[in-house]
Nanobody, 127 residues
Framework: QLVQSGGGLVQPGGSLTLSCEVS????????LGWFRQAPGKEREGVSC????????TYADSVKGRFTISRDAAKNTVYLQMNSLKLEDTAVYYC??????????????????????WGQGTQVTVSS
């Protein structure tokens, strides 16, 4: 089970942090990722972190602004979002997917994967 918190309304240029607590096995059992879905658009991958925690991947649209991290003691994955833009407005979802690959994480974005999902949280960037 993945339980999200955070999100809300923020002005352009502002910051928000999303959290996702993962129940069950420890975080190094999973590839962890964040996705988002804007109105009228398909869900897109935003960022992921590998099972080892050593590799992170970001969509080009958020590179340099968003940071994914995890806290093993809290079994929680975070998405720190800085310099938010109007186009970042979306419902954000965390995801957890088992993979034998401990080094990479981008497979969580593959269409054929079926990760476990958080409930989603709205992020609205507006002036």
């Amino acid at each position: 089970q993945l339980v999200q918190s955070g999100g809300g309304l923020v002005q352009p240029g502002g910051s928000l942090t999303l959290s996702c607590e993962v129940s069950g096995p420890p975080l190094n059992y999973y590839i962890l990722g964040w996705f988002r879905q804007a109105p009228g658009k398909e869900r897109e991958g935003v960022s992921c972190i590998s099972r080892s925690g050593l590799t992170t991947t970001y969509a080009d649209s958020v590179k340099g602004r968003f940071t994914i991290s995890r806290d093993a003691a809290k079994n929680t994955v975070y998405l720190q979002m800085n310099s938010l833009k109007l186009e970042d407005t979306a419902v954000y979802y965390c995801a957890a997917d088992w993979s034998p690959d401990t080094a990479l994480c981008a497979t969580i974005f593959d269409k054929g994967r079926h990760p476990s999902w958080g409930q989603g949280t709205q992020v609205t960037v507006s002036s």
